[in-house]
Structures are given as C-alpha cells and as structure tokens.
C-alpha cells in the first residue's frame, strides 16, 4: 500500500505518554499491564484461544501493541498506517464498513509474572473493551459469559489459573462493535453505530471524519490486583453541606459524611472483619460477617466532619480534597484490601428560577451562573493520559469557566478527567450514551433506519442499564460531578429512561440532579421554538447581546481556527491557500478538516493575502466572538439566563471548528478572548447601544472602585471620557453609561481604541478591557494602516515552572497591538506544548507595560533551549532570551 505523505512527530509525544507514566493505585496492591502486549489479526492466527494462551507457543514475530490503546493506535505507532489526523491520509486507512469485522479483530497477549501468597487473592481487571472479547489465561477460558459493551467493566478471579512459578499467558480476542454503520456523511454516518452500546461520533460527525477502526481495542486499563479474602469494592462517599455556606469562611457549620462498599468475600467460607476509615484523627468503623461467595453492601455510621475545609468551582472558593483509606481487616488475618479515596465536601442544589424559567444551580447554598464549554473527548483515537487531562482541563479553568458538560455522542469520562475537574473546579453534567442525531429525534435522509426504528436504539437495553450502573459507580465520588444527563437533545427509550430515573441513579447515587436531555423543558424552558440551541457559525456579535435564547442554552458557540504554526501542524504545504471572500470553494484539506466560513468576518480586517495572513486575521475574529459570546450572556445573567454552555471548547481531531486549542494543545485567540469576557469581575462595553457594564461573578460586594474610560487613536494618542466611582453587588450585573455619542463621534473616520478600567482605591486594576472599534463603515480602517513600531520586551524565570514576560511601550508611539507571546524552541522556532499563560494577545499603550506570567512543567520543558516569541499586529517578530 502507498500512503501519501504524513507526518508522525507531532503525535507521537502524546502517545508515549501512556507507556511511561506512573498509575497510582487505588488498591490495596495493583500493577497496570501496560507494557509487553503483542498482537495479530484474526486472520493470521489459526489456533484456538486455549492454545494461544499457552506460553509455548511462540508470538516473537508479532506486532508490538499499545494497551491500553484501540488497533488503529498500535498500527500508527508501528507505522503501518498513515497519521490520520493530517492533511487527508484518513482517506488511505481501510475503514471497516468496506473491509468487513474480520479486518479490525484482533489478539491481543500478554505474558506476565504475579507472585501470590497463602490466602490471597488474584484479580483481572478490565476498565474498557470495545466492543466484545474472549478472554484466556493458561490454557483456560477466564470469562464464561459473554463479555461486551464499551462501557462495562469487568474482574476476574484468575487464583486458580495461574502458574505456581513462571510467566502466565494472557490472550484476549476483542472484536468490532456489532454494527460498524457506513460513514455517509452524516451526523454518526448512517446512525447504525448507535445500534451498540458504545460512542457514536466514530461514524464521522460535522466535526470530524470516521474513525476506521470504531476504536476497536483494549482501550483502557488492564490491571493485576491482590487482596485477601474479601475485596473492597465501588466505595461510595456522599457529603451533606446544609445550609448556605461562605467560601471565604475561616469558621464552618459542621458538614456531614456518609461512606459504603461493596465487599466481596471470594472464598468458600464465611469471613468475619472491619470495615473502617479514618479522618480527622477519628476513626468509623462496622464490623460485619460476610457469607462465602457473595457481595455485600456495607454502610458505615454517618460521620461529622468539624469546620470542613469546603470545596468551591473554580473562581469562587478553594477546591480543597480530603483523603480517606477505606479498610476491610479481616478478624484472624489483618488487612484484606484497602482502597485510597479523594473527595470534596460539598452539596450541589438546584432551584427553579420562575423570572428566567430555568433551573439555576447552588453550591454549597449559594447559586452559581453557569458559564460552561462542551466537552466530546480528549483523543477520538481514545489515547488518554493524566498529562493531557491535566493540561486540558487547566485550559477551561483558565477560560475562567466552571462547568464541563460531556457530550452524549462519545463516552462516560474517565477517572482521571474527574480528577483533573477536582483540582481545578470544574463541575461536570455527564450525558449517557445517546444523541438525537443517531436516536431519532428528526427525519434524516442520511440514515439507513427509520425514525420510529432509531428511536430504539441501542440494540441490547439491559446492557445498556448495566453499563449506566457500572459507570455511575466508577464516577460518583467526585466532587466535580453535578449532573447526569440522558443524552444529547434526545432522551434514551422509555425503558432505559425508566431505570435510569428510578432504579440506577436512585440506587447508586442519589445526589444529582438528572435531566432527560440536554435541552429538556426542566433545565431550560424552550419557549422560543427553533431559537434556541446554537449558533454554531460567526455571528454577529449583536446577537449575543441583544437577541434572547434559552434560560440556560447548552449549546451555543462559534469557531477556531488556529494561526499558521497551528495550520501546519496537519495541512501540508501545498494546501495552505486560504478561503476568499469571493470564491466559495474551499481547499480540499480545509472542507476535510470541516472549516467553517470566516470570509466576510475578516474582509473589515483586509483581505488575507496568504494562509499566514489568514491566520492572523482569523485570530482577531476569535477574540472578539468568544469575549462578545461571554459578556452578552453575562449582560443579563439572572434576568434571561442562569447559564450558557458553548459549543464546543475543544477538539479531539484536528478539526477547525469548536476549539478554545487545538488538538495539540495550543491555544488560539478564542481561549483569551473567552478568559477576558469570563473573568471574576469583568467590566465591559455593549457595541450596540454603547453602554459601559459591569458583571461580577463573585461572591463578594465591590464599593468604591473607579470606572476609567478612555480612547486611543491610532497614533497613540489618549482622551479621558470619564472617571466615575461605582460598586456592584456580588453575582450580578450591573449597567453605568453610555458611550455610543462619543464613540460615533472620535470613532468615525478610522476607527478608535476603547479601554475600560475598574481601579481600586490603590489605583490597580480589578478589571480592564481593550476594545477596537471600527469606523462608521463598520470597517477597521485604522487598524489596516497603523504605524508600525517596536515593544521593550523583557523576560525572566521568576520561580520553578513560572516565567514572566513585561511588556512596555516608549512615550509618542501607537497602540502595540495584539500581541501573541509564545514560549518557542530555540533551533526550530516552534511553540513549546502545552504552556500557560495568563493572559494573551495583548495591546499596550504608550508609557504603559503589562506583565504576562507564564506557567510551564519544567519536567518536560528545558528552558535553556527555548525562548520567548513574541508576534504582533503592528510591531515585528521578536526572540527574547529567557535570563
């Protein structure tokens, strides 16, 4: 086979990521296999699985295999596919539709050592498989019943089949989904894929092209546990928080904590012992018989936690965690097993807002706006990593967001997301497996059912409420987790409704709120019929302002694209022609890589005379669209809306569409912008009637801050229009004056610069915006013909992992505008991924500077071989030594 050009370097540090790291575990005594796997085809292995499983049969000359990992992952990190994620080299991968099952099945064998003493007991545990697989271990069949659905974890009890001494084998035969679906074109293909219990968007969606493999694979954690007799199991954890609480409290109400587990006692005998934690130097226990062969649930006494260290969404307290070890001794033999859980004290509320008709959620007692992005996943190819969790889920804390949602086209989120949301306060609505696209919701000529037929979906209900009950135990101590959610503008068949809503979440939550569907009369009256979801284009930005849409949209967004470095991270050189405003047609990676039109969005701008000059222009489109999405909502938050959720904050492909970064964790103007109209307290102007605003999405009261407006023109000069004292009240908004007159006035012939400022009596800023505001064309004249000049950089590491960059401009000179900064290598001049910044794209006025810190992991990043970048609108390109 032949493949076009691809390029691998880009995606191979992500990837090498899942073989290194170090998994803590939760047990008492757990190892990840997650090294030494070997794999085949189907077709190339003629022996049965009990053969396979014997270490005398020799698999020196199979392919080396990345577990956890999907086929499509081993075949690219062996090179034997094209990367599909550049340029166009997807369309070079067989995909299984035309191929048939048989070319994506696979063996997948591992040999192993475990050592094991008297009385112990030897667990396999599988995390995710899609979609079905045999499983053997020396010559035995481990699992006697079918083991399926990509959502169902599943333990074994090898004792008894593993070797006194020596290597073990273990082979597991993992087979396509059951329906594969034909990738059409549409919305998850022909939407047969939803026939399975399993993710949807790997048919193709609008954002992305199909996944060849459906991510057939062992794609999560495979794992060797010991324990005793018993085995402490899906531990559950749920804090009370009554009344209404403050964040900055040094002195808290009592809070309450209520903790269970499943105990499952593997031997032949009844076994007597203690269940126990301790915390806050006191210790809750239970003792308890289990009978031979059985699980048991066992619920500990209620335990009051004395002035609880409380956890808050980001911006608005601490995201404080406590740690417990779960313990099961048993009464002759001491420690069976153990399990180490974090959690927040915290309780999630929600409340009916009759003025908004929509729900608005309470934290701790106190209510919170909702100021969300749309999550699909990390990697479509399902290589996830602490790492990249980690870095992603910074991102959305530093877009000063507090809620994730996870679309219900792609999967329950792993652990390790969870953890990241912990740490950085991100709450989290998690949607089951379903979307109206695939289910039903609307006639679609692409799809190769009908609706009444879709609208049964997927094929196996009861495994589909098995699978909703294992994830909810996996997910449900996270302090994170707000919501569950049926699926995507659609909800689930009325069976699978009926055990979610009554026997699965009852059962094994009992906490969260559940909403049928994402948009669903109960979050969110949808009284506006088709106006409501979305846009998902540009917009003009009026829109967000002034046109009024659901209570509490949960999709509402834009665009994305990226710069040049972004460009060419996965368009090769020869296509990097950019759309014009009069040709409609589209290079063919572009409309590959789903662009969405910018064309008349960035004509005010100038036409772009190249990919790179496309690129800069699109930048300051992105800026303006995320910062205008976020203050028109906020503009009126308690009055129309008690929260909005963007579509989409990022991709899991390299798609252009829907990103805050791209897929390699790089972000673009849309992030800055966002963050800028997001922030705590946030001061800004209204474009369409002129008026200076305020929003503060805090918990505290503001008196007595100084409100500064003035202009800049285009040669720098500065007017003062006002200076006047105000306060606002916590979460709230709150309107002072207009401008409009003024600036239809200095703003006519070329357009003006507009800065806004909240001083405190110190005269430091607690908020400041930049505005540019075209002329009376609606054109930014001016700004295509700024006078160029130069900007004093200086930069210095200031702590392990931080860096700060000062910025400064000389009297006489104009505006230094929009400034992107960017830690780069020194030999290549490419960004260094990821890095953060605490602000970006930035402007600075003559006899001004601005200080931007930078944060970095200094385990992955060497300082002594990179630098700083700096690229702006009107100053040229400069390289500065990092003392």
């Not at 190892?31 to 189907?42: F, M, Q, R, T, V």
């Not at 190339?44 to 086929?71: F, H, M, N, R």
């Not at 001016?782 to 200031?798: D, Q, W």
Request: some cysteine; hydrophobic content about 35%; proline content about 5%.
């Amino acid at each position: 086979m032949t493949f076009k050009k691809f390029k691998l370097q880009l995606i191979i540090p992500l990837l090498t990521f899942a073989m290194i790291y170090s998994w803590q575990a939760h047990g008492q005594d757990m190892e990840e296999l997650n090294s030494g796997w070997k794999c085949a085809p189907i077709k190339e292995v003629t022996i049965s699985g009990k053969q396979l499983s014997d270490t005398g049969y020799d698999i020196s000359s199979w392919l080396p295999a990345t577990v956890p990992g999907t086929v499509l992952t081993t075949l690219l990190n062996n090179k034997k596919i094209p990367d599909p994620f550049y340029g166009m080299n997807n369309l070079d991968i067989p995909d299984i539709y035309e191929t048939g099952r048989d070319h994506y099945t696979y063996w997948f064998v591992n040999d192993f050592e475990v050592s094991s003493k008297k009385n112990e007991q030897i667990w396999l545990n599988f995390r995710g498989i899609n979609y079905s697989c045999d499983i053997f271990l020396n010559g035995n069949k481990v699992n006697a019943q079918p083991f399926k659905g990509m959502f169902l974890r599943k333990s074994f009890n090898i004792t008894g089949l593993l070797k006194d001494k020596g290597k073990n084998r273990l082979a597991v035969i993992v087979y396509p989904p059951d329906e594969v679906g034909n990738p059409n074109g549409g919305q998850g293909g022909d939407g047969i894929i939803a026939k399975n219990v399993s993710h949807q968007y790997v048919a193709g969606w609008d954002w992305i092209q199909p996944i060849r493999d459906r991510n057939t694979g062992i794609w999560d954690k495979v794992t060797i546990e010991k324990t005793g007799s018993v085995n402490v199991k899906n531990p559950h954890l749920i804090t009370k928080v009554p009344g209404e609480r403050s964040s900055d409290s040094a002195i808290q109400p009592d809070a309450f904590l209520d903790v269970a587990a499943e105990l499952e006692n593997a031997t032949k005998k009844n076994v007597e012992g203690t269940l126990s934690y301790e915390l806050n130097g006191e210790t809750v226990s239970k003792d308890v018989t289990l009978k031979a062969n059985s699980t048991t649930k066992v619920q500990l006494p209620e335990f009051t936690i004395k002035n609880p260290k409380l956890w808050w969404p980001n911006m608005l307290g601490p995201q404080n965690l406590y740690s417990i070890k779960l313990t099961f001794k048993e009464k002759k033999e001491g420690i069976s097993d153990e399990e180490n859980i974090k959690f927040g004290v915290r309780e999630i509320t929600r409340k009916w807002n009759d003025h908004t008709r929509s729900m608005q959620i309470m934290v701790n007692g106190k209510k919170v706006f909702i100021k969300g992005g749309n999550w699909i996943i990390s990697d479509a190819m399902l290589r996830f990593t602490p790492e990249r969790y980690d870095a992603e889920i910074r991102f959305h804390k530093d877009m000063n967001l507090n809620l994730i949602r996870i679309w219900g086209g792609a999967l329950t989120e792993r652990p390790e997301f969870y953890e990241a949301c912990d740490k950085y306060g991100l709450l989290v609505i998690q949607d089951f497996w379903i979307s109206a696209d695939c289910n039903g919701k609307w006639l679609d000529p692409m799809k190769l059912e009908d609706q009444w037929t879709r609208r049964k979906y997927p094929d196996d209900h009861n495994l589909f409420i098995e699978s909703a009950r294992d994830m909810v135990k996996m997910i449900r101590n996270h302090p994170s987790l707000a919501i569950y959610c049926g699926g995507n503008e659609i909800t689930p068949p009325i069976d699978i409704m009926d055990a979610l809503q009554n026997e699965v979440l009852p059962e094994e939550d009992g906490t969260r709120w559940f909403i049928t569907y994402s948009n669903a009369d109960s979050m969110s009256f949808n009284f506006l019929g088709g106006n409501g979801d979305g846009p998902y284009t540009i917009q003009d930005t009026e829109v967000f302002w002034n046109h009024k849409t659901w209570p509490f949209n949960s999709e509402v967004g834009s665009v994305g694209v990226g710069d040049i470095q972004s460009l060419k991270r996965f368009i090769p050189e020869e296509n990097l022609v950019p759309p014009t405003f009069n040709d409609s047609t589209v290079d063919k990676v572009w409309d590959y890589h789903k662009y969405i039109g910018y064309e008349h969005h960035i004509r005010p701008y100038g036409d772009a005379k190249d990919a790179e000059d496309f690129g800069r222009k699109a930048q300051l489109v992105n800026y303006n669209q995320y910062r205008a999405l976020m203050e028109g909502f906020s503009s009126h938050i308690w009055d129309w809306y008690t929260g909005t959720i963007i579509w989409k904050t990022q991709n899991p492909w390299t798609a252009m569409r829907g990103q805050m970064y791209d897929y390699y964790l790089d972000p673009n103007a849309c992030l800055y912008g966002l963050r800028k109209g997001s922030e705590p307290v946030h001061v800004m102007y209204n474009h369409t009637d002129g008026m200076v605003m305020a929003v503060n999405n805090t918990f505290d009261t503001y008196h007595n801050l100084m409100l500064r407006i003035e202009s800049v023109d285009m040669e720098g000069n500065k007017e003062l229009f006002t200076q006047v004292i105000v306060g606002i009240e916590p979460s709230s908004s709150k309107k002072y004056l207009s401008v409009k007159n003024y600036l239809d006035k200095v703003a006519k012939e070329k357009g003006i610069f507009l800065r806004l400022q909240l001083l405190d009596m110190n005269q430091q800023p607690v908020a400041e915006n930049f505005y540019w505001v075209p002329d009376a064309k609606g054109e930014y004249s001016g700004i295509k013909n700024m006078p160029t000049t130069s900007i004093n950089v200086e930069a210095k590491k200031t702590a392990k992992g931080k860096i700060e960059v000062k910025l400064s401009q000389n009297a006489n000179q104009p505006v230094a505008f929009f400034n992107r900064i960017s830690v780069v290598d020194k030999k290549t001049g490419k960004r260094v991924l990821p890095v953060f910044y605490d602000d970006n794209y930035v402007s600075v006025i003559a006899e001004e500077s601005k200080t931007i810190t930078i944060d970095y992991d200094p385990a992955t990043i060497d300082l002594s071989n990179s630098e700083i970048a700096i690229e702006g609108w009107n100053v040229s390109n400069q390289h500065i030594q990092i003392q």
